[in-house]
């Protein structure tokens, strides 16, 4: 793959439209911006390995050479009081990038990978300083970018049709907010971290992930001429969401859909005493004394909890959506992993069910009945789902609310917030037969792949 040698500096920024079909689609950019926030944000020093570097700055959107610099030990960056960026080399001060320079900036000298810290990125790595603190930003080539994020983001050993529609998806997400800008003050385009997508750099790409990137090459998922939002998560347990059910805008391409197969699907279960939730509501700042009950008060078409009541001495408060999965972050498991839950029985009971033969019918406490599982041995239930066409529902209603005794747990299935694209499920679907067009097609409803 071809490596970028200039920079395209920091675009103009432009919000996405809901153009119409006829609209012409806005280019790729020739260099993504990725703010290093997971390990280089806001930092007093930023340690540089590359022995043999080329320090320059941006000037009119390309990178002006300045100097070659070289050091065994490699370099440390800092800034000064008047807020420069300086380099070190083995305790002395080798270079300082002076007012004038637009941007800081650093490239191996050799054309090959930067190292700073313990990780390696394609590009160039940007030094901002605010109050004389350093965030790294690094300048990669779309593509180059998603070779660091696919291995993050799914399992490099999975089945090569779900690499590649992982690699679609997250090209489709890199693409929607790099117009979208949400880090704009901080002239980057996405983070590194979850709360864009995450990406590890160059040290952890994979060849079978880097074969996915490279056999996609420019693929990317429309709606109406734009490029979607392709939104993804970790495990459904059973069925997606619609985006407006999770988080508040209603999305056409991003609509709740059951799992054709989902493999490994994930299981859950968390307990937190009164008194951790009570902690969790000051730590949020709502006030309704000491938290004394939960109550699901809405669920979702697909069996998720839309709407969650926690019952105080001194009143309640409803949390819907997302917002009650990040409730729960800051408890010791963080925040819960998925809103597919219900509350458990205080008396640790299951339900009874009917089961007939045909001939003749008995009633039964579900847990006495078996079934397979995924690695075909013979497991006790203790929850039961149906599927009738169209949507997924449980056999018999969950338990709705606890109050009293020491606490709640809640019982689980799923990862993530559930919008867009399973990645489990896709994993699945590839082990079926189904191409990764045939995944994406499913996950994002009525979207065109080129």
């Known amino acids: 793959m071809k490596i970028c040698t200039a920079v395209l500096f920091f675009f103009a920024l432009v919000i996405l439209s809901s153009a119409g079909a006829n609209a012409a689609s806005p280019a790729m950019p020739e260099r993504i911006r990725i703010g290093l926030i997971r390990e280089f944000s806001n930092r007093e020093s930023i340690s540089i390995g590359t022995t043999r570097i080329e320090v320059g700055h941006e000037t009119n959107g390309v ?261 009650i999965r990040t409730f729960f972050n800051g408890s010791p498991g963080g925040m819960l992993q998925s809103n597919h839950f219900h509350i458990v029985e205080a008396a640790d009971g299951t339900p009874n069910v009917s089961v007939s033969s045909g001939h003749q019918s008995r009633t039964v406490p579900l847990s006495s009945l078996m079934a397979l599982n995924d690695q075909q041995v013979a497991v006790p239930l203790q929850t039961a789902y149906v599927f009738d066409g169209t949507t997924t529902r449980r056999i018999t209603p969950p338990q709705q609310a606890v109050t009293g005794g020491t606490g709640v747990t809640l019982s689980g299935r799923g990862w993530g917030h559930g919008v867009g694209m399973s990645q489990h499920g896709a994993q699945g679907m590839a082990l079926a037969g189904f191409t990764y067009r045939q995944i994406l097609m499913h996950y994002y409803t009525g979207v065109e792949i080129r």
């Open 63 to 323: 990178f002006a050479p300045l100097q070659v610099l070289e050091s065994q030990v490699g370099f440390v960056a800092r800034a000064n009081a008047s807020n420069q960026v300086v380099l070190y080399a083995g305790g002395a001060q080798v270079f300082t990038f002076t007012t004038y320079c637009h941007e800081p900036q650093i490239r191996n000298a050799g054309g090959g990978l930067m190292t700073i810290g313990g990780s390696t990125y394609r590009g160039m790595i940007a030094l901002r300083s605010v109050n004389r603190l350093l965030t790294a930003v690094n300048i990669v080539c779309p593509e180059d970018y998603l070779q660091g994020v696919v291995p993050a983001e799914v399992v490099p050993s999975w089945h090569m049709e779900a690499l590649k529609a992982q690699a679609v998806a997250a090209r489709s997400y890199m693409f929607y907010m790099a117009l979208a800008a949400p880090h704009a003050d901080r002239a980057f385009h996405l983070c590194d971290t979850t709360c864009c997508q995450v990406y590890r750099g160059a040290g952890h790409e994979h060849e079978r992930t880097n074969a996915a990137v490279q056999a996609t090459r420019g693929v990317m998922l429309y709606h109406n001429n734009s490029v979607i939002m392709a939104v993804y998560f970790s495990s459904s347990g059973g069925a997606t969401e619609s985006s407006e059910n999770v988080w508040v805008e209603a999305r056409p391409y991003l609509r709740g859909v059951n799992e054709v197969t989902e493999y490994n699907p994930m299981v859950w279960t968390r307990s937190f005493t009164w008194a951790e939730l009570t902690a969790l509501l000051h730590a949020a700042n709502v006030n309704i004394g000491t938290a004394t009950g939960v109550t699901v008060t809405n669920l979702t078409p697909t069996g998720r909890v839309q709407e969650l009541t926690i019952i105080g001495t001194n009143g309640q408060h409803r949390f819907t959506g997302d917002r």
